[in-house]
């Protein structure tokens, strides 16, 4: 098992704006070489009135320099959650923290016409880079080649300091990864991915 890590705040620079946005944003990276890293977002979980939202939900995920999102998720009845089966590859550093957040669109219904609103965050985590490093772990694909995986992890996700819902995904990377951190800093951030309350999903 490992560890959820802690909330966070993000910034948005997508093609879909959540209008609701929280006072953080995405780490500032201060060096270390950059490469590319894959998010493969899997499924979403939503608690509260938000699990039985109309508005279907799509997740952002955003780095220092640039910002990419999912599409909608598909409803998945026997597990009750979000599916999306979705990979995003964002070029990060190893000392930078990258948000992942859950937004909805809204709607307003006037009966005689239904609009759009600008998309609102249900809930957001702060992922530091140097946490996942050492949870990656080498894959043969055959024609791929080597890849360096995680498991499939999920993250707590909170808003206002209340957890909204749950987002499950693993990392993944074509190129060997060795943080430009501090030993120090790279086993404390490691660490705090081990100790917390984290479930993987199938």
Not at 8 to 21: E, N, P, Q, Y
Not at 82 to 97: G, K
Not at 176 to 192: E, G, H, I, K, N
Request: with cysteine; aromatic share 6%; glycine share 8%.
């Amino acid at each position: 098992m490992l560890g959820v890590l802690g909330s966070f705040g993000m910034g948005f620079m997508s093609k879909s704006h959540c209008g609701d946005l929280l006072p953080c944003r995405a780490g500032i990276a201060w060096g270390g070489k950059p490469f590319k890293l894959s998010f493969c977002i899997h499924s979403l979980v939503l608690e509260g009135e938000e699990s039985g939202s109309s508005s279907k939900p799509f997740v952002i995920v955003n780095t220092v320099s640039k910002s990419k999102q999912t599409e909608l998720g598909d409803w998945t009845q026997e597990d009750s959650r979000w599916s999306f089966r979705e990979v995003l590859t964002m070029e990060v550093s190893p000392d930078e923290e990258v948000s992942i957040s859950a937004c909805c669109h809204q709607q307003l219904d006037l009966l005689v016409a239904a609009f759009s609103l600008a998309a609102r965050s249900v809930g957001e985590v702060c992922v530091p880079v140097a946490s996942v490093l050492p949870q990656l772990q080498v894959e043969d694909r055959d024609i791929e080649g080597v890849v360096y995986v995680t498991p499939n992890i999920g993250f707590d996700l909170l808003k206002d300091g209340v957890k909204t819902g749950r987002v499950y995904l693993a990392f993944e990377t074509k190129h060997p990864v060795r943080s430009a951190l501090p030993a120090d800093r790279t086993s404390a951030a490691s660490q705090r991915l081990k100790a917390d309350n984290v479930s993987c999903c199938g």
